[in-house]
């Protein structure tokens, strides 16, 4: 959660915080370094090698209709043009992570909230946080489909009122194991839909290659139910059938939901039920 400092401290480039009250800041993109620039040129040309057999169609045609994003940190004035056009998405500038209401603000009202600011050449492979690589590259192809488009909204509506319910940690694991580490099983096998996958080059081979982690075939109140770690690469990621089945799977009022979840205990990120369904490389396993 950003907090808003006073005084006199100063703050790097793209990162002072916002006056305004949806936190919203302007993307200053003539500001970016030639170096900045170059960072980004080198995150893309690698993921774009890594995520050829391994993300999904609806990911690289969305990155591929975006146009724009290949020879440096994007303007985001030029992806919202496109964005608008096919999906009535935009990008807003923000300069880190947002209250969680104000989070749900922009996207209940088809709006991105983007940081600005890129990772240092020492943090290539790993950040804490989420940068401009992450929430651009990671997230906006996706928002170029119209089923996800709609489900990032419906999200956006469903996270106010599960604030209001208190439930919002339960809300947040759906996010957590399908927006941001999401898998689809297609007729080629598992591919990777979730942006903290497809912006981090080791957890797009390991969330598919490796034997380690469970792949578990979508149920809405398990995953309501799973604990997450967000330190290391996930244990267990969740397997969607088609994206109009999480769409679908979401469309009912969650408040009994809530109610039916505050009764059930957790499930720990690593653990495995009798009733799951496993997958791996596409095809259900044997336990
Ligand atoms: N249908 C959910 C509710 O009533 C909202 C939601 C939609 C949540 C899509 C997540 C994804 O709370
Ligand atoms: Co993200």
Not at 93 to 115: E, K, N, W, Y
Not at 177 to 191: D, K, P
Not at 228 to 252: K, M
Request: glycine share 6%.
């Amino acid at each position: 959660m950003a907090h808003i400092h006073s005084g006199t401290e100063t703050f790097p480039r793209h990162r002072s915080p916002s006056e305004r009250s949806d936190f919203t800041i302007v993307q200053d993109w003539a500001t970016y370094s030639r170096e900045e620039h170059e960072t980004w040129r080198l995150l893309f040309q690698r993921q774009e090698a890594v995520l050829a057999h391994r993300a999904c169609g609806e990911f690289l045609r969305g990155m591929q209709d975006l146009g724009v994003a290949a020879d440096g940190i994007p303007d985001f004035r030029r992806l919202n043009d496109v964005l608008q056009k096919t999906t009535q998405w935009s990008i807003v500038a923000v300069p880190g992570l947002v209250p969680d209401a104000i989070f749900f603000d922009h996207l209940a009202h088809r709006q991105f909230p983007s940081t600005c600011f890129i990772r240092r050449r020492d943090q290539l492979d790993y950040l804490q946080e989420p940068d401009v690589f992450h929430d651009i590259f990671g997230h906006v192809p996706m928002l170029m489909n119209p089923v996800f488009a709609d489900y990032m909204q419906a999200y956006g509506l469903g996270g106010l009122k599960a604030l209001h319910l208190g439930a919002l940690h339960h809300l947040a694991r759906l996010y957590w194991y399908t927006v941001e580490f999401g898998l689809i099983a297609t007729g080629e096998g598992l591919r990777i839909y979730g942006s903290g996958i497809v912006s981090s080059k080791g957890e797009s081979i390991y969330c598919l290659e490796d034997p380690r982690p469970n792949r578990i075939a979508f149920d809405l109140m398990r995953v309501m139910r799973t604990r997450y770690r967000i330190d290391d690469y996930q244990e267990s990621y969740v397997v969607i059938d088609s994206f109009d089945q999480l769409f679908q799977a979401t469309q009912p009022d969650f408040t009994p939901y809530y109610d039916a979840l505050s009764r059930l205990s957790d499930i720990d990120a690593g653990e495995v039920l009798p009733t799951d369904r496993l997958l791996h490389r596409g095809r259900a396993v044997a336990r």
